[in-house]
């Protein structure tokens, strides 16, 4: 399995998800023979078929918060990835505060539920998953993966916090919930300026934009990329629903990325 992300939805933001003007069935990524499947909103399903994802296949899902665009489709997005329970596997990730919220009845049909916090490494086979602090209006966590092939950190639903910084510095992906261009500021999500203040401080390889609102689609995020971009000086990509990026086209191998944590095999 080459290692990739894909998008299954770059909505953000209950205009854009209920208008479904962006689809907004979360982001797939997938390495070293592993699927992981974050933030299954609503449309997931159908949005990783018609993308040439198998739900069936995933490994791990990670769940930053409970709001609906981000996790809509978890039960079914379990039921079909361990067929109905029928086989039980694979792993959920989530805070104390989300995990009350998930159905006893979806928690039993998989092979671990995995209660995280800021800090609390999990390791599923040769792959690390560290959660990481976030400020949003509801309980919410950010992500960082470790691979041999790369290291990306996925910036959830979050205002911007000086702990990211230290949490982000010499990843190869840097993935952003930008909800709000530049100018626009509502004290629960990143604007375009704060993913310029993110990467300059922590200088990642690759800066992805994605889970934009109405504001952020008015003005255009291909263009708020570009002016990310010009004032990093690192490539800035706006994300589009189904596009795929090879993230290890971008990984400095040369860096150390394996770190000693908790270890759980799937099986």
Same mark, same amino acid.
């Given at each position: 399995?080459?290692?990739?992300?894909?998008?299954?939805?770059?909505?953000?933001?209950?205009?854009?998800?209920?208008?479904?003007?962006?689809a907004s069935g979360g982001i797939v990524i997938q390495t070293e023979g592993l699927q992981f499947l974050i933030d299954p909103g609503p449309g997931c399903l159908a949005k990783a078929q018609e993308y040439g994802i198998n739900i069936r296949q995933t490994n791990a899902i990670f769940l930053s918060h409970i709001h609906y665009g981000h996790s809509n489709?978890?039960?079914?997005?379990?039921?079909?990835?361990?067929?109905?329970?029928?086989?039980?596997?694979?792993?959920l990730l989530a805070s104390k505060e989300v995990?009350?919220?998930?159905?006893?009845?979806?928690?039993?049909?998989?092979?671990?539920?995995v209660e995280v916090s800021p800090g609390k490494r999990v390791r599923i086979n040769n792959v690390?998953?560290?959660?990481?602090?976030a400020q949003h209006n509801v309980p919410c966590?950010?992500?960082?993966?470790?691979?041999?092939?790369?290291?990306?950190?996925?910036?959830?639903?979050?205002?911007?916090?000086?702990?990211?910084?230290?949490? $982000? +510095?010499?990843?190869?992906? &840097?993935?952003?919930?930008? #909800?709000?261009?530049?100018?626009i500021k509502d004290g629960n999500n990143l604007n375009t300026s704060d993913v310029i203040r993110l990467a300059n401080?922590?200088?990642?390889?690759?800066?992805?934009?994605?889970?934009?609102?109405?504001?952020?689609?008015?003005?255009?995020?291909?263009?708020?990329a570009r002016d990310i971009q010009r004032e990093i000086k690192i490539h800035t990509i706006a994300a589009k629903d189904g596009m795929i990026i090879n993230p290890t086209s971008y990984a400095a191998k $040369? +860096?150390?990325?394996?770190? &000693?944590?908790?270890?759980? #095999?799937?099986g």
């Open positions: 399995m080459q290692s990739k992300i894909v998008f299954l939805g770059t909505a953000g933001g209950f205009e854009v998800v209920g208008k479904q003007l962006r489709d978890l039960n079914v997005s379990i039921q079909a990835m361990t067929l109905n329970g029928l086989d039980k596997r694979g792993f995990l009350k919220d998930v159905p006893k009845d979806s928690k039993d049909k998989l092979q671990q539920v690390e998953i560290i959660p990481i602090i966590l950010s992500f960082k993966i470790i691979s041999k092939d790369f290291t990306l950190v996925y910036v959830s639903d979050t205002r911007y916090i000086r702990e990211l910084e230290k949490e $982000v +510095r010499n990843v190869d992906v &840097l993935l952003c919930n930008c #909800k709000l261009p530049a100018g401080k922590t200088r990642p390889l690759l800066v992805i934009i994605t889970h934009f609102g109405s504001e952020m689609l008015k003005k255009d995020p291909l263009f708020e $040369v +860096r150390q990325r394996t770190l &000693l944590g908790f270890a759980k #095999k799937e």
